[in-house]
């Protein structure tokens, strides 16, 4: 059996390098916000026949001086979504229309599809999203509170969980020690989305806020339960060595853990692979989050517990 207490240092240092790959790659590249955040338009529609390219649409939307800089981005086979400053609806609804117009098949084109009227249905319109500035900058700060509140009512909760298991280590600790799990989970699920945003323009928006709100209550509860069983062999094996106590918690819970996670991985690589293009960004957090929260109930938090008490012991 694996012991993952005494090999410590390796998770530890492996943790280590990604929260701080996470932590430069924030704060020297930066996420890619989206709309949500930033203000603006969002416009995803789908072709019926063949997609134009990037530089066809810019050009048939060039001459419409309301909507400022137009960025293009194909997704899937036939569709793309467009992203301008924020417009109204006469706007939008002109835009639909000059697209129409302009990108009218030619007469071979026709005469392969006779079941369709390309003077409706040129393309197909998917989504129309539009936030102003103000209501970008106010779920910022919603953003930060929820977050904060979450965490301080996890190391309330916990500490309320374990306050008869005080011996050899506090019961506040355990929700501290919780807490810095979900920091580190969260800290590399940023990190890879500040990645792919500079790689592929992978933009965050409030599903992405959703997403880490969720790994939050998901990673918490997977460490819970190995604290749980902690708690639960302190009480049994009364006077033992805690490092072994945590060691045999660990082997009792980890297949749980593990099979608990992969279940629930499959659903989401299902999502992620057939789901529409609208939740994939959202299922591709949860399973970056979800694999790190695992891993960190595991391999991160129960091993820092033992440290704190040695830390404790010495002193």
Known sequence: MLSIIRQRKIWFTFSSILVIGSILAFLFIGLNPGIDFTGGSLLEVEFVVDRPTNQQVEEILAPLADIGEIAVQPIGEKGMILKFKEISEETHQQILNTLREKLQPTDAVKAENPGINFEIKVLEEKRFDSIGPAIGQELKRKTAWAIGIVLIAIIAYVAWAFRKVSKPIASWKYGLIAVIALFHDIAITTGVFVILGKLYGLEVNAAFIAALLTILGYSVND???????????????????????????????????????????????????LGGASIRDFALALIVGITIGTYSSIFLASPLLVVWEKFRSKN
């Open 223 to 273: 460490t819970i339960v190995v604290f749980d069983r902690i708690r639960e062999n302190l009480i049994h094996h009364l006077g033992e060595d805690f490092e072994e106590i945590v060691q045999k918690s660990i082997n009792e819970v980890m297949a749980r853990s593990i099979n608990t996670s992969s279940t629930t991985l499959l659903t989401l690589f299902a999502v992620l692979l």
